[in-house]
T-cell receptor
């Protein structure tokens, strides 16, 4: 059972426009949500995170929104750049002592020049 | 340069032949973890370690072993690999369980 879901396998946007990547979760026992970005032949790299007690976190062009009642989070990239083209994974950290992360399936973002 | 390294990067092997994928980090991180990435499933945790000699199972530990004898190293051992272990494997480390994890470049394993 997939506890963290990214229902859109791919997204294509024009350079300069907004990219919105979505993620849904089914378990309330998460204390942090994270977004990772992955280029081909490389490992995922941390992008931005949000605590479960917040509803928004912003870092430059990247903003993550958390809607706890809907169990939904989204990553906004504004403005999108061709270098943002990558696979984006959302992840949720399990509450407790393990540091365990549950990942979504990933969304491939293509930003067209 | 702060990094997580994995070796080998690519490996093709046959069913039943024991193999080890090494993972090393130079950031003095306490927490280390192994994941496998499969199409449509994202990354799934295999094993994790919160410190030297402390390891525990993740979501998909069957068929894998790990050890943590030194802080910097966390090898993944497949005693008798099977074709369903064909996957892309990532090692990760973090300062502690509450910090973001840094990933290695990945090891693509094919078991025939």
């Amino acid at each position: 059972d997939q506890q963290v879901k990214q229902n859109s396998p791919s997204l294509s946007v024009q350079e300069g426009r907004i990219s919105i990547l979505n993620c849904d979760y089914t378990n309330s026992m998460f204390d942090y949500f994270l977004w990772y970005k992955k280029y081909p032949a490389e490992g995922p790299t941390f992008l931005i995170s949000i605590s479960s007690i917040k509803d928004k976190n912003e870092d430059g062009r990247f903003t993550v929104f958390l809607n706890k009642s809907a169990k939904h989070l989204s990553l906004h990239i504004v403005p999108s750049q061709p270098g943002d083209s990558a696979v984006y994974f959302c992840a949720a950290r399990v509450l407790g002592n393990t540091g365990k992360l549950i990942f979504g399936q990933g969304t491939t973002l293509q930003v067209k020049p | 340069e702060a990094q997580v390294t994995q070796n080998p990067r690519y490996l093709i092997t046959v069913t039943g032949k024991k193999l080890t994928v090494t993972c090393s980090q130079n950031m003095n991180h306490e927490y280390m973890s192994w994941y496998r990435q499969d199409p449509g499933l994202g990354l799934r945790q295999i094993y994790y370690s919160m410190n030297v000699e402390v390891t525990d199972k993740g979501d998909v530990p069957e068929g894998y072993k790990v050890s943590r004898k030194e802080k910097r190293n966390f090898p993944l051992i497949l005693e008798s690999p099977s074709p369903n272990q064909t996957s892309l494997y990532f090692c990760a480390s973090s300062q502690g369980r509450r910090y973001e994890q840094y990933f290695g470049p990945g090891t693509r394993l094919t078991v025939t």
